[in-house]
């Protein structure tokens, strides 16, 4: 059985009479990068917080690494990297020296060695001794993912780490989230409003609104639940329209023009459509499943999913 690296269970923080968490539940395994969704206010920061021990909670249960994380608190932040809104450091010194002295405070490996390792894996080795000042955000960005990395966590909670990045620096932050779970084995908690990256690095996701769980599980299984939006590219001599209408797939047709044609199918139909297609010797062009997360995620958050 996969081990749970995070384990929440009825999880509530309430701040007087607003309830920022309800009775929240989830599970985060090994070697997961797990999305963590919800619109604004829905109290993803305020269970950040929690999980950070920076916060505590009303009522609930929190364990990380198997254990409750308010009874061995030191031991289990020990092993967990995190950047929890915009990274700070000394503006005046280098990246290098402030990796060295962030490093000192936490107990991590601050020998030359380990900070240049780091500084290379987040692509500054290049700019270890230039001052912090001179940096772009997006470096600093990852001069704060450096020091969530420097005494090499298993577990790395990352709360919005591509805010104001452009699209080249979201680019390589994807990037190295990949190479931190494919090739390191790290455990992600990755919070983000950026979806279509979500869809791209998540394995698992949880879509929480008010406090609430709406749903959890594997990306791709949430995605291909329900009806998707499927274009069919056709071309054909016949009249491809009548043939469509004549049949029972004129039911499951949502929009077409001249050659494009759009339903709306669940996962196990759209090979069968394709077979009917290919029988009448239509030529299927392309097929494009046009459902993603940025569409799964409003229609849950509003109530609208089947």
Do not use: C
């Amino acid at each position: 059985m996969t081990e749970k690296i995070i384990e929440i269970n009825g999880l509530t923080k309430n701040f007087k009479s607003l309830v920022a968490v309800d009775n929240l539940f989830l599970n985060v395994y090994r070697g997961d990068v797990f999305g963590f969704l919800g619109p604004n206010g829905a109290g993803k920061s305020t269970t950040i917080r929690m999980l950070l021990s920076l916060i505590n909670p009303t009522s609930g249960e929190i364990k990380i690494f198997g254990k409750n994380l308010f009874s061995n608190r030191r031991e289990i932040l020990k092993n967990i990297g995190a950047i929890v809104e915009k990274p700070d450091f000394y503006l005046y010194l280098s990246a290098f020296k402030n990796l060295e002295i962030l490093g000192k405070i936490s107990g991590a490996d601050v020998s030359s060695k380990n900070i240049m390792k780091i500084l290379e894996l987040v692509g500054l080795d290049k700019r270890a001794s230039s001052k912090v000042k001179t940096y772009s955000h997006g470096m600093k960005q990852r001069l704060g993912l450096a020091q969530a990395l420097l005494h090499d966590p298993e577990l790395i909670i990352l709360d919005e780490p591509t805010t104001g990045l452009d699209p080249q620096g979201i680019k390589e932050i994807r990037e190295l989230i990949v190479y931190l779970s494919k090739e390191k084995g790290k455990t992600i908690f990755l919070s983000s409003h950026i979806l279509k990256e979500v869809e791209i690095i998540a394995s698992r996701m949880i879509i929480i609104n008010k406090g609430k769980s709406l749903i959890e599980g594997s990306v791709q299984d949430l995605l291909n639940n329900g009806k998707n939006e499927v274009s069919f590219q056709l071309s054909s001599d016949g009249e491809i329209r009548d043939i469509i209408h004549e049949s029972m797939w004129a039911q499951k047709l949502i929009k077409s023009d001249d050659k494009n044609f759009v339903f709306g199918l669940t996962k196990d139909e759209i090979p069968v459509l394709n077979k009917f297609f290919v029988e009448l010797k239509i030529n299927v062009t392309s097929i494009i499943p046009t459902r993603s997360l940025e569409d799964y995620f409003f229609k849950i958050t509003e109530g609208l999913e089947e």
